[in-house]
Structures are given as C-alpha cells and as structure tokens.
C-alpha cells in the first residue's frame, strides 16, 4: 500500500504545475476496534499510554490527563468488562495478556512513536508486558504499587504454585458473589497476603465491572509471575508508590522489597514514593503523583 501511494503522489507531481503543487496530507490512522480493551485519546504530542488496574477504567486517570494533553497526545485504556463497558471477549480466556497483545496492536496500527506506558496495579503488569514484547518501541515504562509477581512483596521465596489455592479462592467467591460480597472476606484473604493482599484487594469495587472479568484478573494478579521477563524489557522504569512515615506500616518497608521484586531489569529502575497515598496513588495523592509523571516524561 506504501508503495501505491509513493507511485501516485510521483505522478502527481508530473502533471500538476508547480506553483500549484499540494502538500502531501497524512492519512488518518484507521479506527481501532478490539473485543478487549476500549481506548480514549486526546491531546498532541509524544505519545503517553495509560493502563488501569483492576476493576478500574480509564477515568481512574482523567485527574492526570487533564494536565498533560496540552503537550502530550494521551490514550486511556480501560479493559473490556470493567466499570459498566460491555464483557465481550474477556469473558473467556486470560485477560492480562491478550489485553497486552491488543495494546500492542494498537501502538503499531495507530501509528504510536515509542509511546511511554504508565500502569497501576495489574495495569503495571500488563505494561511490563508489553515494555517486554516491544523492546525498544517503548521509550519508557512507569508502573504504580505495582510488582511482577505481587506474593513476593510477602515473601521472596513464594511461588505461583503455593499461592494458586488462595488465588483460587478469590477466584471462586468473585465470580459467584461478586465483588461487593468478596469485600467481607477481603480483610481475611488481605492477612494471609500481606500488603500484597490489600494493594490486590483494594483495586476491587473502585469501578466495579463484570464478575468474570473480575475475578480472572483477581487470579492472575496473584498468580502471575513476570521477574522472569524483566531481562526482556529494554525501556526504563519508574515505580511509583504510595508511603507513609509510620515504621510500624508496611508501606513504610516497600522500597526494599520493591528493588528485590525488580532487580531482574537491565538497569535498575527508579523509586518515587508518593507519602499519605494507599494503592490508589494518582487519586488519594494527585497533586505528587502528577508531578512524578512529569519527572517521568521529561
């Protein structure tokens, strides 16, 4: 098709006088359509995609968007199912992945220039995904309280395998009660888990969504383990994450388990830690949080 269009623009060149010779027009991308995900962009610029966690859409990010499409060209991702859109082809399968592969489709068909990527959560973990799959088509990766494997911010030595029974309790009680009833087992499931546990637990309910979608990406994010893949990932990273000055709070120990969970990267990421701010970095803390993103950015 490239070659199409180089062979006509030449001919147009010949017979059309050159006082009055067009300027070539960019075609317009072709709209992106996708039974996973939805995406929302505004703005110009350096392209900046944001990657919701669970049971958050993209509006978990507007606060943020709002102060960066004046400069940059911003996509709001929201995974199909969550929030009130429409299940379609998250109802069955994985989420995680396909929700990265279609990011990366829609980076190369909407004709993205090494798009930075900020994820919070689970979204972190779709956005290390896809910082692994594209290497140097991404210029830059910030995940927000995010890990590549969330058990290991309990225990280093966790595996898949030995938490795959609780995450499958989750799994179960979502999808038959939902997520309002799993919040009454929540606080018991967030003792066994840790900190992992509550930055997992209290993504649920934030925007709701589809109970099978739900509780897919309650499993995976338990489950899930992607420090193999971090030898993968080219782009540099930030991780972001909310702090307290209480010793006696395990946020206040998260940066050490942080740089363990993320040695596995090429070159060591930065740490930004967001004081007063729970899981919900970008809404409980908006004003820091933003002033990271631009750090991030420029």
Not at 159 to 177: D, M, N
Request: with cysteine; charged share 20%; net charge neutral.
């Amino acid at each position: 098709m490239s070659r199409l269009f180089a062979a006509f623009a030449a001919c147009l060149f010949l017979v059309v006088p050159v006082a009055v010779q067009a300027q070539p027009q960019t075609a317009p991308a072709p709209a992106f359509a996708s039974d996973r995900i939805i995406v929302e962009t505004r703005g110009s610029g350096p392209d900046v995609v944001f990657i919701p966690g669970l049971g958050s859409t993209g509006a978990a990010w507007r606060s943020t968007a709002d102060r960066l499409d004046d400069r940059y060209r911003v996509h709001l991702v929201t995974l199909r199912g969550f929030g009130g859109t429409d299940i379609q082809g998250n109802a069955t399968g994985g989420l995680a992945g396909p929700a990265a592969a279609e990011i990366e489709r829609y980076i190369r068909q909407q004709g993205l220039v090494r798009p930075a990527l900020i994820g919070h959560s689970l979204g972190g973990q779709i956005a290390l995904r896809v910082a692994a799959d594209m290497g140097d088509g991404v210029s830059r990766v910030m995940v927000v309280d995010s890990s590549p494997f969330f058990p290991s911010l309990v225990d280093s030595r966790a595996t898949s395998a030995q938490v795959e029974p609780l995450a499958r309790l989750g799994y179960q009680a979502l999808l038959l009660f939902g997520d309002q009833a799993l919040k009454s087992q929540a606080a018991t499931l967030g003792v066994d888990m840790g900190l992992a546990g509550d930055m997992v637990f209290q993504g649920l309910g934030l925007q709701g969504g589809d109970r099978r979608v739900l509780a897919q990406g309650l499993y995976e994010a338990l489950t899930v383990d992607l420090r193999p893949r971090l030898s993968q990932i080219t782009a540099p990273v930030t991780v972001v994450y909310g702090w307290t000055r209480d010793p006696e709070n395990p946020r206040n120990r998260l940066e050490g388990l942080y740089r363990y969970g993320f040695q596995g990267l090429l070159q060591p990421p930065r740490f930004e830690r967001i004081e007063g701010a729970g899981h919900q970095v970008m809404i409980e803390q908006p004003g820091p949080f933003l002033s990271a993103v631009r750090r991030f950015l420029s």
